[in-house]
């Protein structure tokens, strides 16, 4: 499919997207959610894709929705269109792993997109915020809740209520990041950690993933047991068998996702 505000390319079995309306700082319009929706579930379904990585520019990685667009439309039309919850839901149903690697500005639904990735590899030029306050809003995909699992309630009140970002060093210390690289490395960085989970078996890539966001969903005694049932469940792969005779043998496994 051809796109206007994305940029996608599949190489080496991992799918780049790039976020790509340099003017608007990535500003999320609809259109952009819409394309984004369709390359994630693309990439989901092709074959050749093991893992996928969204980025943006080396100034954004996308400063919020788009505020020109959302500014003229009343509590009717937000609410008929159901603004942002499409995208939030489609997100959450891609198998593959997905890194965010954030430079510059990840804001407001910028900020909330990258925390609906998997993990955030941020370039320390990188600044995180929900600043919907200033606008006489408050966040409207995700910022209230998974800010607030991922680094707890008070920097996520300070943040939601306060409007002020948090700059990439804090970010690491407060757990919204897994890594944060010198700018000039964050591509070279992120390719090479989705290198690696490329080289995974997908079946355990995906499963691992299943099994980490179920944490989010239910109680400890539950996730655990979800967690045992997926583990056993892998003893059904021939990748289980590979991986463990690869290991016995002193040499590196050759997964096939079966
Ligand atoms: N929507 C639409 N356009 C935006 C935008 C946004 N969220 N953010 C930046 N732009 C546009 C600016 O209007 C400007 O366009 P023009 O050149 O045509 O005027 C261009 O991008 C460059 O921006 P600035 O001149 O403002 O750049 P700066 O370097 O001075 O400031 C910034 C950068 C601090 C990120 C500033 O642009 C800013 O504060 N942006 C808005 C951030 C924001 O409030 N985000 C939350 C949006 S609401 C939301 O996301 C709801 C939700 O939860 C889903």
Redesign the pocket.
């Known amino acids: 499919m051809a796109y206007e505000t994305i940029i996608v390319d599949v190489e080496d079995h991992i799918c780049l997207i790039k976020l790509n309306r340099p003017?608007?700082?990535n500003?999320l319009n609809q259109q952009l959610l819409g394309e984004l929706m369709t390359a994630l579930e693309e990439a989901d379904a092709n074959d050749s894709v093991r893992c996928i990585v969204l980025t943006g520019s080396e100034k954004?990685f996308a400063?919020?929705?788009?505020?020109?667009e959302m500014s003229t439309m009343s509590f009717a039309e937000v609410n008929s269109v159901n603004l942002?919850a499409d995208a939030n839901v489609r997100i959450m149903q891609i198998r593959k792993p997905i890194i965010a690697a954030v430079s510059g500005?990840a804001?407001?639904?910028g900020c909330?997109i990258a925390m609906a990735c998997d993990f955030i590899i941020a370039a320390d030029n990188a600044k995180f915020g929900q600043?919907?306050i200033?606008?006489g809003?408050i966040?409207?995909?995700g910022?209230s809740q998974r800010l607030t699992l991922a680094v707890g309630k008070s920097k996520a009140m300070d943040m939601n209520l306060t409007g002020r970002f948090m700059d990439a060093e804090e970010a690491d210390r407060s757990g919204l990041v897994s890594r944060v690289v010198p700018a000039k490395k964050l591509m070279e960085e992120t390719m090479s950690a989705a290198n690696k989970i490329a080289e995974k078996s997908l079946i355990a890539a995906r499963t691992a993933k299943e099994a980490v966001n179920r944490s989010f969903e239910v109680p400890l005694t539950e996730g655990l047991l979800v967690e045992r049932r997926l583990f056993h469940s892998l003893f059904a792969t021939e990748d289980q068998n590979e991986g463990m005779e690869a290991f016995l043998e002193k040499r590196e496994a050759q997964f096939r996702d079966r």
């Open positions: 003017d608007a700082l500003a954004a400063a919020g929705a788009d505020i020109k942002f500005y804001l407001g639904g909330e600043p919907e200033n606008l809003v966040a409207g995909m910022g």
